[in-house]
């Protein structure tokens, strides 16, 4: 079987979970080290899947790899090879669809609930008894919906949370963090931490932490839903 391609665009924002879910289930993956100065694949014909990890940038950065990424997206788009965006990534899907990146109300930092979209769609994506469950949070812009996109999960704060587009997903919040990861964002953004003190949004470093096995292992189960319909599609 051809690899997953993960695209990391930052080294702390690697691909976690899901790397251990393809490992749990035989499906070879390629990570692709944008943030060691990695060129992106120009053509994604020799993998079955690919994947968009998150990053503390946005896509309106003049940065030299948002362009070749864009269109490798494109690319997979107009070929059914699967996509699959966490945050930053899921916004890099947005954009090569044709939608926009705007700065979301408020920054959303933390534990916070999203709502399940009552369509068939999303149900197809979650399952039937799911309507809402706590993911992690850490971003302070949003994507919009994309012509023929259609919204899975929504939040309090960021109406747009999850869409799905046919095959491909596209998640503002993030299913694939591990206790490793979290503690790593947390150590390394200590000071934006600090500066959005107060803000009902923005949880403290302690708070991310509490009982932080326990929601590790109910945010996987989560993520194992939404994988196990991802791959369904990966091609050959």
């Not at 079987?1 to 289930?25: C, N, S, W």
């Not at 669809?97 to 933390?110: C, D, M």
């Amino acid at each position: 079987m051809k690899p997953v391609a993960i695209l990391r665009f930052f080294p702390i924002e690697g691909p976690g979970y899901f790397a251990t879910f393809l490992d749990h289930h035989h499906i070879p993956w390629q990570l692709i080290c944008l943030d060691k100065g990695t060129v992106p694949p120009q053509n994604p014909e020799k993998y079955s899947g690919l994947a968009l990890m998150g990053g503390p940038m946005s896509v309106h950065d003049n940065l030299p790899w948002i362009s070749p990424v864009l269109s490798l997206i494109r690319q997979a788009v107009a070929a059914d090879i699967p996509v699959l965006g966490h945050c930053l990534g899921g916004q890099l899907l947005s954009t090569a669809l044709g939608g926009s990146v705007t700065n979301n109300p408020v920054k959303e930092i933390g534990w916070g609930q999203v709502h399940v979209a009552d369509t068939p769609v999303a149900r197809d994506w979650f399952g039937d008894d799911l309507a809402s469950f706590n993911a992690f949070h850490w971003h302070g812009e949003t994507f919009s919906l994309p012509a023929n996109a259609v919204r899975l999960l929504s939040s309090a704060h960021c109406p747009n949370q999850a869409f799905a587009s046919g095959i491909h997903l596209s998640m503002q919040c993030h299913v694939e963090m591990t206790v490793e990861m979290i503690q790593a964002w947390c150590e390394a953004n200590a000071e934006e931490l600090l500066r959005n003190r107060g803000n009902c949004t923005v949880s403290s470093s302690a708070e991310m932490q509490t009982n932080l096995e326990k929601r590790i292992t109910a945010l996987h189960q989560i993520a194992d839903r939404l994988y196990k319909k991802w791959i369904m599609a990966l091609k050959g």
